[in-house]
């Protein structure tokens, strides 16, 4: 792959697997800093159809490797789905999401997440409530990011919690709307 070659040409002590056509593994030595916006740029100015970049924690021997290479899948697995116009992925930020994201077909997960599918046909109250995540519920912020005022976002919220049968304020209702969202597919 030229991709690989390139890499390895810019980067010494990296090296890089072809697990198929479409996904490259690329491990680098610890230390060397990098712009990974920049890389992604560098990949369009080549023309190399590079779709999406994950980027996982360093690994100290070969089992925390494969795991990497493993939570790597997962999570442009989830943002395939989830996730379609983001690029740029860290596990470290969707860590939560991608963990709920292998077990989504599970019974269980189907459950906890059940309340978010009352608002499939709400999008405006599913958009408040996946900005509301967004920014960590800090409501000033997010009612600005909406272009709403806070008493419209209160009351957004309120409805949403009429609609799920959560509670936005309360933990464990927050801990299921979250888990909710991250497993419905998004179209940016």
Sequence with gaps: SQVAT?????????????????????????GKERDDALLLKQFDEHRWPVLRMATVAQSADLPALRHACAAARDLLDYASQA???????RLEAYRLPVLFWRYRHDWLAEDVAEPIGRLHNHVQLLDTLCKWFEY???S???AEALGIHRNSLRYRLEKIGELTGCDPYKTNDLLRLYLGTQMITRHD
């Design 140 to 142: 000033q912020a997010c």
């Design 136 to 138: 960590s519920g800090e």
């Design 6 to 30: 390139w890499l390895g040409t810019r980067y010494a002590d990296s090296w890089c697997v072809l697990r198929e056509p479409t996904l490259l593994y690329w491990c680098r030595a610890t």
């Design 83 to 89: 996730l379609p116009g983001q690029r740029l992925l």
